[in-house]
């Protein structure tokens, strides 16, 4: 065995990873594209439709991004009509984001984002449930 053999593509765990992730991605790309969603603006609106309300700074943690990315992302959710953003009445430091009713309805529509994609991924659903539970595992909290 080579010393270089680490380096090597084939033996990083984080390559196929990216890819996948890239991949998946772009499969949702046409079922978003008829919400006139992005991935990103989606896994926040799948966080509202599930919680109606909560801080910028839980929202972020949930879905992994900061606030400078957030910021923007959140501003075109609201132009869209999708969401709220106002200050804690008590603590100003404090943005609360919160679904409208448009974003509600909004979640009628992406039901047909988990049919499609479940005809994109050639996993069966055990499959599905052991890579869920492992990502889950790398990302070092217990899936929900």
Do not use: H
Not at 68 to 93: A, M, Q, W
Not at 110 to 133: D, F, H, W
Request: proline content about 4%; aromatic content about 8%.
């Amino acid at each position: 065995m080579d010393k270089y053999d680490s380096l090597k593509i084939e033996n990083q765990i984080c390559f196929p990873l990216y890819a996948c992730s890239k991949e998946i991605i772009r499969m949702y790309k046409p079922f978003l594209d008829e919400l006139d969603l992005t991935y990103t603006q989606y896994i926040t609106m799948m966080i509202l439709w599930d919680k109606g309300s909560l801080n910028v700074k839980e929202l972020g943690e949930q879905i992994y991004l900061d606030s400078g990315t957030l910021t923007p992302l959140l501003k075109k959710l609201e132009t869209k009509g999708y969401i709220t953003r106002e200050r804690l009445k008590t603590d100003e430091r404090v943005l609360i984001v919160k679904i409208t009713d448009l974003g509600l309805k909004l979640r009628e529509k992406a039901l047909i984002v988990p049919q499609g994609m479940a005809s994109c991924v050639r996993l069966n659903p055990e499959e599905a449930k052991t890579l869920y539970t492992l990502l889950y595992k790398v990302l070092g909290k217990s899936p929900k």
